[in-house]
């Protein structure tokens, strides 16, 4: 089945740094998202984007299906912003599954 | 607010016992994924439904078993339970099913505690 891997895996930084996190799959999807879990373990949807560019506020995601990766960019860090970040993805081969990476842990220290 | 809801939040229960958890999806949504977070790791696929019938399985054990009702909520049944069966489960829907099955929203989890 298609794989997927996230990286860097931690990362820390300042309030007000920016921030830039990886997704890599194996195969051509046709379904990409990413997604943010809190400390409380909530999942909030961040984009679907399983192809071009899109922008929410200081958030920003590309997907570039041809090469198979997808980045995520954070400007002005927050503290709100820490917690896990998944990205996840459905391949045309891989049927209904919706596979999930490893996730990249942001802590944002004031 | 995702729009599915997931019950109950928390759960503790004793080793051997069985449980259900249950998902309600959001308006208009045909499909139903489950998943198991073990602490600290990523999100394992359990299975996912479609309008009542199953359309993939993950890594589920035989212990576990899952369905889909008529009026499209779906329960997680967990028997036989061990240790590390302790987890948070999510419930995700979407509005269609195949490779492009759209975007998903999660519940909040159940998260179950075995002692």
């Known amino acids: 089945g298609i794989q997927v891997e996230q990286s860097p895996p931690d990362l820390i930084l300042q309030e007000g740094a920016n921030s830039t996190l990886r997704c890599n799959f194996s195969?051509?999807?046709?379904?990409l998202q990413w997604f943010h879990q809190n400390p409380w373990g909530q999942l909030i949807n961040l984009f679907y984007?399983?192809?071009g560019t899109k922008q929410n506020g200081r958030l920003s995601a590309t997907t570039v299906a041809t090469e198979r990766y997808s980045l995520l960019y954070i400007s002005s860090s927050q503290t709100t912003d820490s917690g896990v970040y998944f990205c996840?993805?459905?391949?045309?081969?891989?049927?209904?599954?919706?596979?999930f990476g490893s996730g990249t842990r942001l802590s944002i220290r004031p | 607010d995702s729009g599915v809801t997931q019950t109950p939040k928390h759960l503790i229960t004793a080793t051997g016992q069985r449980v259900t958890l249950r998902c309600s999806p959001r308006?208009?949504?045909?499909?139903v994924y489950w998943y198991q977070q073990s602490l600290d790791q990523g999100l394992q696929f359990l299975i996912q439904?479609?309008?009542?019938?199953?359309?993939a399985k993950g890594n589920i054990l035989e212990r576990f078993s899952a369905q889909q009702f008529p009026d499209l909520h779906s329960e997680l049944n967990l028997s036989s339970l061990e240790l590390g069966d302790s987890a948070l489960y999510f419930c995700?829907?979407?509005?269609?099913?195949?490779?492009?099955?759209?975007?998903?929203?999660f519940g909040e989890g159940s998260r179950l505690t075995v002692l």
């Open positions: 995700a829907s979407s509005p269609r099913t195949g490779p492009s099955p759209g975007e998903l929203f």
């Open positions: 195969d051509s999807v046709n379904n």
């Open positions: 984007i399983p192809s």
């Open positions: 996840a993805v459905g391949g045309y081969s891989s049927a209904s599954k919706i596979i």
């Open positions: 308006s208009g949504d045909l499909s």
């Open positions: 439904y479609y309008n009542g019938e199953e359309r």
